[in-house]
Nanobody, 120 residues
Framework: QVQLVESGGGLVQPGGSLRLSCLVS????????IGWFRQAPGKERERVAC????????YYATSVKGRFTISRDNAKNTVYLQMNSLKPEDTAVYYC?????????????WGQGTQVTVSS
């Protein structure tokens, strides 16, 4: 059974940075593409970033491009989301999830989420 655990969320001021981590267990990370999603209260879930394993391609939502960076450390079975220049509208619960290819497959295993709050 594949399990994902997110960490690194918290309260940060606008313009600040956070790095989220997604630890994958029960499977080898190098067989999965990993996506980061977020959901704010009253809003639909949004995919913010995704990283393939087979071709190392990465994909970003327009709303975060240039500010967020997804990276993966297969040796540590961990995927990171570096978030810079944070804005209040980035406030949400952030989730990571597995798939086979970012643009072609549904996401199957999900973590429990970590809260990110951007506020002064």
């Amino acid at each position: 059974q594949v399990q994902l655990v997110e960490s690194g969320g918290g309260l940060v001021q606008p313009g600040g940075s956070l790095r989220l981590s997604c630890l994958v267990s029960g499977g080898s990370l190098d067989t999965y593409a990993i996506g980061w999603f977020r959901q704010a209260p009253g809003k639909e879930r949004e995919r913010v970033a995704c990283a393939n394993s087979v071709d190392s391609n990465t994909y970003y939502a327009t709303s975060v491009k240039g500010r967020f960076t997804i990276s993966r450390d297969n040796a540590k079975n961990t995927v990171y989301l570096q978030m810079n220049s944070l804005k209040p509208e980035d406030t949400a619960v952030y989730y990571c999830a597995t798939t086979r290819l970012c643009l072609a497959n549904p996401f199957d295993y999900w973590g429990q989420g970590t809260q990110v709050t951007v506020s002064s």
